[in-house]
């Protein structure tokens, strides 16, 4: 179907509006100034090489949630259990950092593993629901996060306490040499997070573009019977599209303990996997596109911390501008659809054919059966 | 009453299902309405019911035309379809069921509801319970329960879509007498949309049958089953010379095969198809060909009995397991299952292949070749859903492997025009020249007897092996499938 | 009956009503055939908007209505963009879950440590001195003597009335009820949208009865997962969505009860993964047909009841969308 130009264009910058529209009116709603507000979260970001680092301290974990669920969504999964997969790897990787004790450069790679590892392992978990017990993805994600919330909130307040006076929201700060190192003052960012977030983008556009796994995780996600009739294993690719998720979840965990914090916290992962999920629903399956938005939505994160610091606002609104994004999208993409179908259906009685043809792309339906 | 319908046309895409359609229906008439699958017989009883809006034509009652808009309309101008699978609610209890059934503004009350459903029941010795869930009765019962339902709303024409299917002797009994006596005592018009031969000598007043969408053929009753069957199929078979093949030793067995769903059983079935051998399997939709199709292949598990492949057990395998030994199932419905829909050719051809990582070009320039050869009318790009059905085949075709041991094929030129049937089977007989066995389906006869080394007809389940294909009569067969053993 | 037993007990009935509410709200909208997964946000932001409306005119029915009004509204976007815009329900429900949870956040900033204003408490006559029962069950706030109504209303009209038919039959098989001259998507936009109602009340009844008031960030984040959940557990039956509720609560007091006793030496917080094992138990019991295989080795005349009793198969059509 081809478009006019500048329709596409319209379809980009109609949502942005609206979104924007809306969050003003918020603004308006508690008594601000909208043009402030975006003035700060532009600032919060963008003022300095400090900021921008912050911008980067998100973008690391929410691409990294990003990619993962790239992986689920082309395998046709919805993996809300993210946020508990990045808490996973964020627990193994306290663990690590507390018990194990080496020299930094061999002491860094092993947390890593091991808290991709409980990534992985908890993805895992929620693949053998689902395909064992028939469990559906989102139950048992919802309830998986739960647990895993729960659990480190007893290890915070029990075995993992702070020494008598200390505080009872965090474990007590890992030594030094467990952490990841900032490579400069005026940008402190982890040059070896960043190496490896790169890396992953990379790693996960290949898996998808040129490798036979990436190619199954696809026919999986579209359409499994006719998959598993072409001789491709279904059961394993959905294990296999929840586990490399939870693996990409437990580095992003484990970024968030060793440089983001330097101590567990009950919510360590701050909403980064839900908000990876926008990401991706906003994005599709692009995987090109993903860690961009990533950037955009953790630019926003970052800049409004600094709503709270000059304006007194809460940083939610970070949320609702995001929210409010993806929303209009999909109701947009929505409208679209109709717009572009209702034409052709108008012109010649082919009804049957387009029905046919659209009736595999709603798959993703059917939530809780 | 009588129903008129006048020159009545409907298409699906390319497909001219109803093609000029009149005939008149008159009270007290039992009406045989016969075809083989896809004849047309369903799409014009769902036009009569309002379930579909026809393209062009008009229907009449008693001379005032009608125009429907929905099942309800049809209802309330005295006109009730039961669907081959009922239309009802698993999950409410028979009651339920029956108080829906009833018109909005008719306030039905429990008592009342279960007096009237009790009354209809005991009237045909059907066996409804009103507090069993629905999901608890037989096919049969949800039948009668439809019929109930629908003569609780004063319907004075009822539809019967292939009623016989999946129901025992008994209930066939019981419904071919309440059938009857609805006619005869009640006057109402009963149309019985059946493609058993059995069934409509056994019940109908007169018969029409459809082929290809046209109303072929009108005729009172008695007449023969030779008669039916010609009516039905065409002309008489013509036999066909087929090459001459070795029959090789066999690698698929299946031995003692009993097979069980919820609808549908097979017993004991054993059949060991040779290397070189054609094995078609006739019988109506649901006569236990599809699930036995589906066991050669590992996508259904034997209850008991065994399946091998070159003495090697291979019961509780997976799919992949069989498709590693050369054992290639093809399904009906190829986009459904078979082809992936938002998938290009070119990936299509990506994901047959080894190895690790995907060479792209080698893929497409392995695709650009497939088109080539398979006469497919599209591009390495293409999404497979913008193909027409005979060009998915075709390329459901190029998928297969270059040596499979056993392709297994539910309806092979299923929606296909006669071109490309018999290019598919060209493309069929060449794997079996190379050693192949090959074991399908088809509800056409003549392709069954045309390309069958052996036959296997299914009735409810129960199989006929007719040793050799070229000996068979369309009688013969007819009486297989239409259960007379 | 040791009276603090009872306090225990009328306290986890208060507790569990606003679940009960939304349970039996989300029961209906998912029976109707549309998964509204936006609970989570939709509790929060009835619950900050409902105590804001309250607050600002001192109206608490106000309050509960300006609720309602915020859990329709949110529960109508997911099922127009379902059926008009053809969009995942599943996708949708999320993208408003945290929506609405960031929204309710922001513009409820100011709202946090207001004083809070609560339904007062009413005994209902007679039924409130019946020793035990009275204080258990009918010495509460208004909203829990609604949630009594909203459970024996709902199940009658579910099961015997034609209304019900059709609500159960456009989620089981919305084939038949169109047939039968139901207009499953009216109908579905109907339920959907008083479903999210029901929700948008259950978060009037945290914010203005249970736990009055509003903090930032809100007591009751999670609770929606946990509806969500209870209607799965509950097999979509009211009664049994109901008996779920209740046991979250039960559970719930349990942890809160060993907590304060002295002599019990156990990780209390682990406590709160007993709600969350349970669910995912349930889910596995329910999904996997472990129940259809232990329910055989019953006897024949047991095993019909009990199967009636625990049939969880969800609507058959459910989070499909339906073409007439």
């Known amino acids: ?369 | 009453m009588d129903i008129q319908l006048t020159n009545i046309n409907k298409h699906f895409g390319s497909v001219h299902a109803n093609r000029d359609i009149s005939m008149t229906l008159k009270s007290g008439q039992i009406v045989g309405i016969l075809g083989e699958n896809g004849a047309g017989k369903s799409t014009l009883m769902k036009i009569l019911s309002g379930y579909q809006p026809a393209d062009s034509g008009h229907i009449a009652i008693d001379g005032t035309p009608l125009k429907f808009g929905s099942p309800l309309k049809a209802l309330e101008a005295g006109i009730g379809m039961l669907q081959q699978d009922p239309l009802d609610v698993a999950s409410f209890t028979v009651l339920e069921d029956f108080i829906y059934g009833q018109p909005p503004a008719r306030r039905t009350s429990g008592k009342a509801a279960t007096a009237l459903l009790r009354a209809q029941a005991e009237r045909f010795g059907f066996h409804l319970p009103p507090d069993a869930p629905v999901a608890s009765l037989s096919i049969g019962q949800r039948q009668q329960l439809e019929i109930v339902r629908l003569l609780a709303l004063g319907v004075k024409a009822l539809i019967l879509d292939e009623p016989t299917t999946g129901i025992s002797a008994e209930q066939k009994d019981i419904l071919f007498g309440a059938l009857r006596e609805l006619a005869t005592r009640d006057g109402m018009i009963v149309l019985l949309v059946s493609h058993k031969l059995e069934d409509v000598i056994a019940l109908c007043d007169e018969v029409i049958v459809l082929r290809g969408g046209r109303l072929v053929g009108d005729r009172q009753m008695p007449a023969t089953t030779h008669e039916l069957v010609t009516l039905m199929f065409g002309q008489q078979l013509t036999t066909h010379e087929r090459p001459k093949v070795a029959l090789g030793e066999p690698d698929l067995k299946l031995d003692n095969v009993t097979l069980r769903t919820r609808r549908m059983h097979v017993d004991h079935f054993t059949l060991h198809p040779r290397r070189g051998e054609v094995i078609g399997f006739a019988g109506l939709d649901g006569s236990g060909q599809e699930l036995i199709l589906r066991a050669c292949a590992g996508l259904e598990h034997p209850l008991s009995g065994t399946v091998s492949v070159r003495g090697k057990p291979m019961n509780g395998g997976r799919y992949r397991d069989f498709l590693a030994e050369g054992i290639v199932f093809c399904a009906a419905g190829r986009v459904e299952e078979g082809l992936i829909a938002g998938m290009t050719l070119t990936e299509h051809i990506a994901l047959i292949g080894q190895g690790a990582t995907i060479d792209w070009q080698a893929s497409q320039a392995r695709a650009d070749a497939q088109i080539k050869h398979y006469n497919v009318r599209g591009t390495p790009q293409s999404e497979i859903q913008q193909l027409s059905g005979g060009n998915q085949q075709r390329f459901l075709m190029a998928l297969l492997p270059d040596q499979p041991t056993v392709l297994v094929l539910e309806q092979p030129t299923r929606g296909l025009d006669v071109d490309s049937a018999r290019y598919i089977w060209e493309q069929l007989l060449l794997r079996r020249e190379q050693g192949a066995s090959i074991l399908f389906t088809s509800p056409d006869l003549d392709e069954v007897v045309q390309y069958s080394d052996r036959i296997v007809v299914c009735f409810a389940g129960r199989t006929t092996e007719i040793a050799d294909a070229s000996q068979v009569t369309i009688d013969e067969l007819g009486r297989l499938i239409g259960g007379a053993f | 009956m040791n009276p603090e037993l009872i306090n225990i007990l009328s306290s986890i009935i208060a507790n569990a009503t606003p679940l009960v509410i939304a349970g039996i709200g989300e029961t209906i909208s998912e029976r109707s055939g549309v998964t509204n997964l936006s609970l989570d946000g939709s509790l929060q932001l009835s619950a900050m908007v409902g105590f804001a409306a309250a607050l600002a005119t001192g109206n608490i029915l106000l309050g509960c209505f300006v609720g309602m009004l915020v859990g329709a509204l949110i529960a109508l976007i997911v099922v127009a963009g379902n059926i008009e815009l053809r969009q995942d329900q599943v996708a949708l429900g999320f993208v408003l879950t945290l929506l609405c949870a960031d929204i309710a956040q922001f513009l409820g900033q100011d709202l946090s440590g207001e004083r809070a204003i609560t339904m007062p408490r009413v005994n209902v006559p007679l039924l409130a001195d019946i020793p035990i029962i009275g204080p258990i069950f009918f010495q509460h706030t208004a909203i829990v003597y609604v949630s009594y109504a909203l459970i024996f209303g709902v199940w009658w009209w579910m099961f015997h009335t034609r209304g019900g038919l059709a609500l159960r039959a456009s989620g089981d098989r919305p084939e038949t009820a169109f047939a039968r001259g139901t207009r499953v998507n009216r109908l579905r936009y109907f339920y959907t949208i008083l479903g999210g109602a029901l929700v948008g009340l259950g978060g009037a009844a945290f914010s203005l009865a249970i736990k009055p008031g509003w903090s930032n960030p809100p007591a009751m984040r999670g609770e929606g997962w946990i509806a969500l959940a209870i209607v799965i557990f509950g097999g979509w039956h009211p009664f049994r969505v109901v008996l779920g509720a209740y046991l979250f609560a039960v559970l719930r007091a349990l942890a809160s009860a060993i907590q304060r006793s002295p002599d019990i030496d156990f990780p209390l917080v682990l406590l709160n993964l007993l709600p969350w094992l349970l669910m995912i138990g349930t889910l596995v019991l329910v999904s996997s047909g472990v129940v259809d295989r232990l329910l055989r080795l019953l006897p024949e005349r047991a095993q019909k009841w009990t199967r009636n009793f625990l049939r969880s198969d969800p609507p058959t059509a459910l989070g499909t969308r339906f073409d007439p």
Not at chain 1, 45 to 53: D, I, K
Not at chain 1, 178 to 188: K, R
Not at chain 1, 213 to 228: F, H, I, V, Y
Not at chain 1, 333 to 350: C, D, F, I, K, W
Request: aromatic fraction near 8%.
């Open chain 1, 1 to 369: 179907m081809k478009q006019h130009p500048a329709l596409r264009v319209l379809y980009v910058i109609i949502p942005v509006l609206v979104s924007l529209a809306v969050t003003s009116a918020l603004v308006i709603a508690v008594g601000e100034s909208p043009f402030e507000v975006f003035e700060k979260l532009w600032e919060g970001a963008f003022r300095n090489t400090e900021s921008v680092a912050g911008v980067v301290n998100f973008w690391i974990p929410l691409a990294l949630a990003c990619m993962g669920l790239i992986i689920t969504f082309t395998a046709g999964l919805w993996n809300i259990g993210m946020e508990g997969q990045i808490m996973m790897g964020a627990l193994f990787a306290s663990w690590a950092a507390r018990t194990i004790q080496l020299p930094p450069e061999l002491l860094v790679p092993i947390e890593l593993i091991i808290a991709a590892l409980g990534g992985a392992f908890w993805g895992f978990v929620v693949g053998v629901l689902k395909t064992r017990f028939g469990v559906h993805e989102i139950f048992g994600g919802v309830g998986l996060n739960a647990l895993v919330s729960v659990y480190a909130i007893y290890l915070i307040s029990g075995p993992w306490r702070q020494p008598e006076g200390g505080n009872a929201q965090s474990t007590e700060p890992f030594p030094a040499n467990a952490l990841l190192n900032p490579m400069s003052d005026v940008f402190p960012v982890s040059l070896i997070a960043l190496l490896i977030t790169v890396a992953a983008i990379l790693v996960v556009i290949w898996i998808l573009r040129g490798t036979r796994w990436g190619l199954n995780l696809k026919a999986t996600g579209k359409n499994p019977r006719s998959a598993l009739l072409l001789g491709v294993p279904t059961t394993r690719s959905t294990l296999s599209a929840f586990m490399a998720c939870g693996l990409l979840a437990g580095l992003a965990g484990a970024y968030r303990v060793l440089f983001t914090y330097d101590s567990l916290r009950p919510n360590v992962s701050g909403g980064i996997g839900f908000l990876a999920l926008l990401v991706v629903l906003l994005v599709g399956i692009r995987p090109l596109w993903a860690p961009i938005i990533a950037f955009v939505f953790a630019a926003i994160l970052a800049g409004s911390t600094r709503l709270r610091v000059s304006l007194q606002l809460d940083s939610s609104l970070a949320g609702v501008l995001q929210g409010t994004l993806v929303l209009v999208v999909l109701l947009f993409n929505g409208l679209r659809q109709r717009l572009t179908e209702a034409r052709p259906a108008s012109a010649a009685p082919a009804a049957h054919t387009s029905s046919t043809v659209s009736a595999p792309t709603s798959g993703s339906e059917g939530a809780a059966s």
